[in-house]
């Protein structure tokens, strides 16, 4: 059986990582690509992980290249391509450069690998899942964005840092728009299946909760210049094995909602079973009232920011 191809767009911070990780777990084979400035850097992370395996004996073969024929047949493609947003730069000035950017790497991903499974993680991302999907023209399945898979593991980080317990054992999952207004479905989240609400007080849950609406902003301000990319890397790669390996894990992702939970046309972090045919089921449940109205607000949000691509 050949190795699966994974491509990177973008090998930067993320993109650094993403080829760690997925060297680690022998995911396939990996590209990182980048911009002709850019291949230098790419070409050296590939040479240095390729270095790194014999440690831990893992076969994975790993190239840098700005050559978008290098990634001919990908199975998955998860892309960090995008520029931070640089001093005297406001939002929409942002929004339209790495909105250009990613309708470039959305059509030749068509040209390279039309019938590939795509995860996007460039931010803003409710807003460039959305732009990839317009521009590329692939099926609903095959096209997914990366945030409640990290919103939920956050959450989770901080509730085992609460209760003293393994992470292993705390589930919760944070639906909506990948942003302040996200949703974490407080009353869903377990430990080891004991109901979280009977086991941490409503005021310290309400602070766990504000701390996973701006734990991004909460690393930001840590690094100085820059963003989170460890934990961003791993729940891409998550959602990138359950695809290879057809585990069918139900994850958190912005996916395309076609009348779930009463959303029509957007991408929105939904419960999301990924397998081998990409996106493959939303899982869908009945929310509460207080739910849905957040619901409805994250929506709101994630509409503005659909609006603003104008696509
Ligand atoms: P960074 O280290 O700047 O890497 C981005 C890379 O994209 C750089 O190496 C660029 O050279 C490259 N690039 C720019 N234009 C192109 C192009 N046309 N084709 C290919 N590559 C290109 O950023 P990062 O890795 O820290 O973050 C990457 C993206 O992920 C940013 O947009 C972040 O805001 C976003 N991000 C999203 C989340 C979510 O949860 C959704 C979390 C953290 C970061």
């Known amino acids: 059986m050949s190795r699966a191809k994974i491509s990177l767009i973008g090998g930067g911070q993320i993109g650094g990582n993403l080829a760690l990780l997925a060297a680690q777990k022998e995911l396939g084979d990996i590209k990182i690509f980048d911009i002709p400035n850019a291949e230098g850097m790419v ?16 076969d994975a073969d790993i190239t840098g290249t700005s050559d978008w024929n290098d990634l001919k047949g990908s199975d998955v493609f998860i892309v960090t391509a ?20 990613m309708k470039d790497v959305a059509s030749n991903i068509k040209k390279v690998a039309p019938n590939s499974f795509v995860i996007i993680v460039s931010n803003p991302l409710d ?17 997914v964005g990366m945030a409640g898979a990290l919103d939920s593991a956050r959450f989770r980080a901080f509730i085992a840092m ?24 407080t009353r869903l989240g377990t430990i080891g299946g004991v109901p979280i609400e009977t086991l941490v007080p409503p005021d310290r849950l309400e602070v766990i909760v504000n701390r996973t609406r701006f734990a991004g902003g909460e690393i930001v301000k840590l690094f100085g210049n820059g963003s989170a990319f460890y934990a961003p890397a791993q729940s891409a790669i998550e959602m990138a094995e359950s695809f290879l390996r057809d585990k069918k894990r139900v994850i958190p992702c912005a996916s395309l909602c076609e009348g779930e939970f009463g959303i ?8 999301s079973l990924i397998g081998k045919g990409g996106v493959e089921k939303i899982l869908e449940f009945e929310l509460s009232n207080n739910e849905k109205s957040a619901l409805n607000s994250t929506l709101d949000a994630v509409k503005q920011t659909v609006k603003e691509t104008k696509l």
Do not use: W
């Open 127 to 143: 807003a460039m899942v959305y732009a990839f999907y317009k521009t590329s023209g692939f099926k609903k399945n095959m096209v």
């Open 43 to 58: 070409k050296g992370k590939a040479l240095d992980i390729m270095q790194l395996r014999p440690h831990d004996g893992f």
């Open 82 to 101: 995008g520029i931070p947003r640089k001093p005297g730069m406001n939002r929409e000035d942002l929004l339209d450069i790495n909105l250009g950017i």
């Open 264 to 271: 029509e046309g957007y991408f929105i972090g939904v419960p």
């Open 162 to 185: 609460e209760v003293g317990c393994s992470v292993q054992d705390v589930t919760c999952m944070v639906l909506g728009g990948h942003g302040d207004t996200m949703v974490p479905i």
